[in-house]
T-cell receptor
Framework: AQTVTQSQPEMSVQEAETVTLSCTYD???????LFWYKQPPSRQMILVIR??????QNATENRFSVNFQKAAKSFSLKISDSQLGDAAMYFC?????????FGTGTRLTIIP | DTAVSQTPKYLVTQMGNDKSIKCEQN?????MYWYKQDSKKFLKIMFS???????INETVPNRFSPKSPDKAHLNLHINSLELGDSAVYFC?????????????FGSGTRLTVV
């Protein structure tokens, strides 16, 4: 079974600074997808960024980028120029054959 | 135009009652899901339906029964509610299978059992 681990329950960053959230996963599949979802206090689940496992190039979406290390099974999220609106729970997720499996989440606080 | 809509958004009920949560998606997706988010924010899949057929049924008490009248709808019925059922329940949809585009989630239903 696939597992997703987020070892940082909480992180904080100064506004305008850069922060990196960690995620590791375990799988025996070679073809899969990885995601970062954001859940603000409104509780809506918002897709932040996605990565295809067979692509070596790291995905980027504006201020959000990932560091995907397939051999190490690592998928970290970097948020540049942090803004107050980035404050949320961030979930790493793995999509294999059938379902989306989530990590336990990292609560990100932005310090003004 | 809400892509995945759940009703109600909040539900407060007494132990022992039976309640339903409804979900509808207008994305034309083939697969729909129910996830439960507990008090520690952990998200766990409960059920998955593909074109009205149940394809995932995780270890969930049989008091929980999903029903999919068509591929755009997936409802969740809960019998004999218990205190431990209090959680946020999310409906989601996807094109199915290995999902590059991720899932689209509803806004969640916060269920409180008193």
């Amino acid at each position: 079974a696939q597992t997703v681990t987020q070892s940082q329950p909480e992180m904080s960053v100064q506004e305008a600074e850069t922060v990196t959230l960690s995620c590791t996963y375990d799988t025996s599949e070679s073809d899969y997808y990885l995601f970062w979802y954001k859940q603000p206090p409104s509780r809506q689940m918002i897709l932040v960024i996605r990565q295809e496992a067979y692509k070596q190039q790291n995905a980027t979406e504006n201020r959000f980028s990932v560091n995907f290390q397939k051999a190490a099974k690592s998928f970290s999220l970097k948020i540049s120029d942090s803004q107050l609106g980035d404050a949320a729970m961030y979930f790493c997720a793995y999509s294999g054959n059938e379902k989306l499996t989530f990590g336990t989440g990292t609560r990100l606080t932005i310090i003004p | 135009d809400t892509a995945v809509s759940q009703t109600p958004k909040y539900l407060v009920t007494q132990m022992g009652n039976d309640k339903s949560i409804k979900c509808e998606q207008n994305l034309g997706h083939d697969t729909m899901y129910w996830y439960k988010q507990d008090s520690k924010k952990f998200l766990k899949i409960m059920f998955s339906y593909n074109n009205k057929e149940l394809i995932i049924n995780e270890t969930v008490p049989n008091r929980f029964s999903p029903k999919s009248p068509d591929k755009a709808h997936l409802n969740l019925h809960i019998n004999s509610l218990e205190l431990g059922d209090s959680a946020v329940y999310f409906c989601a949809s996807s094109r199915g299978g290995r999902e590059y585009y991720g899932y689209t989630f509803g806004s969640g239903t916060r269920l409180t059992v008193v």
